[in-house]
């Protein structure tokens, strides 16, 4: 039974993908993110990870729902960070990212601060406590300087890389393929935003959505860092830790495209199919 624990968890979160991306552009731009997300090349590695790796994505979609449609109910997300950070090593900074969007002015509460504040960071000291009787999900590291930010930025860069560039193996092709790419999308998204969600009001839905992407990865990049940095037996970032950002950013990008596409040119469209599907291609065949 416990084989069949990961698959099951996999499949929530690319149901809470679909739900989410569909509420913000349509079901077909829900069903554009599941195929993308499932043809990840590091999807069912990612799976095969473990219990725990694979909680760890499922954690990460519900903590986005959470901030997304409930962006007061500090406690709920709180808590679940607080319970994250404490099973899941890599989790660590979601506590930094509940703090973060509790402390975010909402305009239909923004009297509220202090209190969602207070709610975010309680799960944290009790899970504390928690953590000195009953253990933790963290390995039995010292803490110290450990160093070498360069090699763990690398290997981050790596599992992102073949994402990006599946299949591709010469250096200079591959270099090439993963910095265009970044590029269109990096494009893509600040062009989405800059131009649709960012002039609507502040309590409009999509441009919540941008807010809670940026702030739950920063906070995963953060705790990522500190964790690489200050536990001396820390390994550098692998598929485990780091597959869950390149989900978010197959999310926001597929926002970004079907929310910009009406307006994209005919050439542009083109090309953006073409891109698509030999990414597809690659991916499978990958």
């Known amino acids: ?23 913000l552009a349509g079901p077909l731009a829900g069903w554009l993110a599941v195929v993308l997300l499932v ?5 069912i590695p990612f799976h095969q990870l473990g219990v ?9 979609m519900v903590m986005l729902l959470a901030m997304l449609h409930a962006p007061r109910w500090s406690l709920a997300y709180g808590a679940l960070a607080a319970a994250a950070a404490l099973l899941i090593s890599p989790a660590a900074g979601f506590p930094i990212a509940a703090v973060a969007w509790a402390a975010r002015a909402h305009p239909t509460n923004g009297s ?12 944290l000291l009790v899970a504390l406590v928690l953590a000195a009787w009953l253990g933790a999900g963290w390995p039995n590291g010292r803490i110290g300087w450990h160093g070498g930010l360069d090699r763990g930025l690398s290997a981050a860069g790596t599992v992102i890389g073949d994402q990006l560039a599946p299949g591709i193996e010469s250096p200079a092709v591959r270099f090439f393929a993963i910095a265009d790419l970044s590029l269109i999308l990096i494009a893509v998204i600040f062009t989405a935003w800059w131009r649709i969600a960012r002039p609507t009001t502040a309590d409009a839905l999509l441009r919540r959505w941008y807010l809670a992407v940026a702030t739950l990865a920063a906070g995963v990049a953060v705790g990522l860092v500190a964790r690489h940095l200050l ?8 598929l485990g830790a780091v597959f869950p950002m390149a989900v978010l950013g197959v999310l926001v990008g597929v926002t970004s495209a079907t929310a910009w596409w009406p307006k994209w040119s005919r ?20």
Do not use: C, H, N
Request: no cysteine; charged share 10%; hydrophobic share 55%.
């Open 1 to 23: 039974m416990l084989v069949l624990i990961p698959p099951l968890l996999g499949g929530l979160s690319v149901a809470i993908a679909f739900s989410l991306i569909a509420g």
């Open 52 to 60: 725990e790796t694979t909680g760890f994505l499922l954690v990460t």
């Open 39 to 43: 043809a990840l090349p590091g999807f």
């Open 231 to 238: 536990l001396l037996d820390s390994p550098d970032p692998g």
């Open 112 to 123: 509220g601060r202090r209190g969602r504040l207070l709610l975010a960071l309680a799960p």
């Open 267 to 286: 050439w542009g469209k083109g090309l953006a199919a073409i891109l698509l599907l030999g990414w597809l291609q690659a991916a499978i065949r990958g």
